[in-house]
């Protein structure tokens, strides 16, 4: 698949790069990963980490963010980036009264920032809780017109360095979010017991919390780019 920006074709070789990140996701019982509304879900997550890392987003995500969300997701001015694996479990998404609501254990234990220069910056918060809130409604007026609309097909990340997203990235090929805008995004660093669970049994016989100093992490990458893992389930 091509690339698409949200100013119209993009010129020859402006194909934005980054450090290759995938996303493995699991849900709590009674919610099916694949339903339109956790696709959602997934794809305004993943959208997110692209767009603050090089303002690239799945087809539609400028416009399914409010324009103070999207405003904190901004790339940062010093140029640190992330990548590796981060692991999600979808807690539960309730619909109601043209809101979706979506809690979401994200355990960063296998990410990792970068400087501009591939050097390892620091380790990724190790586990979070975090609450996705969107409304019905058309799209956003105030849709960011810097944001690419990256598209591949390549499924199992496997790139050198900060190389072009058309290496690595799996994105889907339509627009995941339908008719929703996210407004607001809360993180919670301590999170409930559940998502205490999902992570041991992510990392059986790591101890929770796990207080390792960046420079004494058993996974502490050499340098970049971090290992990445297919994605799960994908697009």
């Not at 010129?11 to 990140?21: H, R, S």
């Not at 960011?144 to 900060?162: E, F, M």
Request: one cysteine or more; glycine letters at 12%.
């Amino acid at each position: 698949m091509g690339c698409a920006s949200g100013t119209g074709k993009k010129p020859v070789g402006a194909e934005p790069v980054g450090l290759p990140q995938s996303w493995i996701w699991s849900a709590a019982p009674g919610v099916a990963i694949d339903s339109k509304d956790a696709r959602t879900v997934r794809g305004w997550y993943e959208s997110s980490a692209l767009f603050q890392g090089a303002s690239v987003s799945y087809p539609g995500f400028p416009q399914a963010t409010s324009a103070d969300l999207l405003g904190e997701l901004l790339p940062p001015a010093s140029g640190i980036q992330k990548g590796g694996t981060e692991r999600l479990h979808i807690r539960s998404i309730t619909v109601a009264g043209g809101e979706l609501r979506a809690s979401v254990c994200s355990d960063g234990w296998d990410e990792s920032y970068f400087t501009p220069d591939g050097k390892f910056f620091s380790a990724q918060t190790t586990l979070t809780l975090t609450t996705l809130v969107m409304r019905q409604g058309g799209p956003s007026k105030a849709s960011s017109p810097s944001a690419q609309q990256a598209l591949v097909a390549d499924a199992t990340p496997n790139p050198v360095g900060r190389t072009p997203y058309s290496s690595w990235l799996k994105g889907p090929g339509e627009n995941v979010f339908g008719n929703w805008i996210a407004y607001s995004r809360e993180i919670d660093a301590h999170p409930p017991v559940d998502c205490v669970a999902w992570f041991k049994r992510n990392h059986p016989g790591l101890k929770y919390p796990t207080g390792y100093p960046n420079d004494a992490r058993p996974n502490r990458p050499a340098s970049a780019p971090p290992p990445t893992l297919p994605a799960s389930p994908g697009w």
